[in-house]
């Protein structure tokens, strides 16, 4: 398999600095220093620092969960590239369904997000996913498509191989729900092939497309099993070191 599998934990607005700091060194024992599979953990800007520290000498990597597309400056409540470099982070996570649903994020201002992160050597995680009314109606492709070029409108060629994209059915966040290995098949097909008229078929060959949704160690080994299903995007299951070592195990059988 020439796509490295990546597991990666969005712990969204859970855990502050000592519980973050907890989880992450029981999950740093747990993978010791096997690197077959890319772990990353995304806590909350607050325990960014905290984690980070236990990360030191671990493959583990840090990654946020959004960014400010601005250097510094006027910008409120905000948190810039440069911020969490310092912080040792390598990756973000961008447009997820909860802030394009709760902060009326848009793929323009995405975008500016995709190519502020990859300006300043953080490699985005874009979020794409349909709503479960965009699903009934016919509409998940139209939708991921739209998101897809969207966000990664400007983006160079040669930044292809530093973009991770996560295919997450909004109705299957958080519900229990989980899209079938073949829906999520269909969806991760469709997203290389657009990556593949976007960039070229090698550099599509080799963006890892993780699967996000309910995904947990009962659902794990058959979705990531499929063609085009690189790994996954964690909430729930990733908020226990057992869960989500488990899922690191799973996605190993893939590497
Ligand atoms: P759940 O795994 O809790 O469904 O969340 C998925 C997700 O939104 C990851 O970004």
Known sequence: MQRKPIIAGNWKMNKNAAEGAALVEEIVAAVGQDHAVEVVVCPPFTALESVSSKLESSGVK??????YPEASGAYTGEISAEMLRHLF???VILGHSERRAYFAEDDAFINRKVRHAI???????LCVGETLEERDGGKTLEVVRRQLEGGLEGVENGDAPLLVIAYEPVWAIGTGKTATPEMAQEVHAFIR??????FNKTAAGKIRILYGGSMKPSNAAELLAQADIDGGLIGGASLEAK???ELIQAAKQRS
Request: aromatic share 12%; no cysteine.
């Open 62 to 67: 840090l990654g946020a969960q959004n960014l």
């Open 89 to 91: 982070a390598s990756y």
């Open 119 to 125: 300006a300043n050597q953080l490699r985005p995680i």
């Open 193 to 198: 092939q657009i990556l593949a008229k976007r």
């Open 243 to 245: 869960s989500f070592f």
